[in-house]
């Protein structure tokens, strides 16, 4: 599917338990951030702009996306670059009173700019992302 629609990027959205204390986990494959392929400078821009909007994240831990049955292993495995964003519950879900969901919708929104950013290698924003 992604071949043939011309896919460049795959981002795999996830919901987090509301009992985990990080209000997102970024699955990148494992610490060199294999999953983005030659675009491992994503995971930092990512987590950069994660405490620049007030969120706490947290890298690979404890859901690193690095199994070829993920969604974003396998991406990886037919050289499509890709991670896994882990939402917590309680930013979203109704059943966790979540009342961040606007905030999160920017932030992804945020997060898709900086990934067509550095595929096209064009400037990356180092400030406000």
């Known amino acids: 599917f992604c071949r043939a629609n011309n896919i460049e990027f795959v981002l795999d959205l996830h919901q987090l338990s509301d009992k985990r204390e990080m209000d997102f ?36 831990n404890p859901f690193a996306a690095s199994s070829e049955r993920t969604i974003s292993g396998f991406c990886q ?17 109704a059943y966790c009173n979540g009342k961040r969901f606007d905030d999160v919708f920017e932030f992804i929104k945020k997060n898709c700019k900086i ?8 400037e990356i924003p180092q400030n406000n992302l």
């Open 115 to 122: 990934v067509e950013k550095t595929l096209t290698k064009s």
């Open 25 to 60: 986990c970024l699955g990148t494959g494992n610490e060199q951030n294999r999953n983005l392929m030659q675009h491992t400078i994503i995971a930092d821009l990512v987590k950069q702009c994660a405490t620049e909007n007030g969120f706490d994240m947290q890298i690979n």
């Open 77 to 93: 495995k037919n050289n499509i670059p890709s991670m896994q964003l882990e939402i917590n519950s309680k930013l979203v879900s």
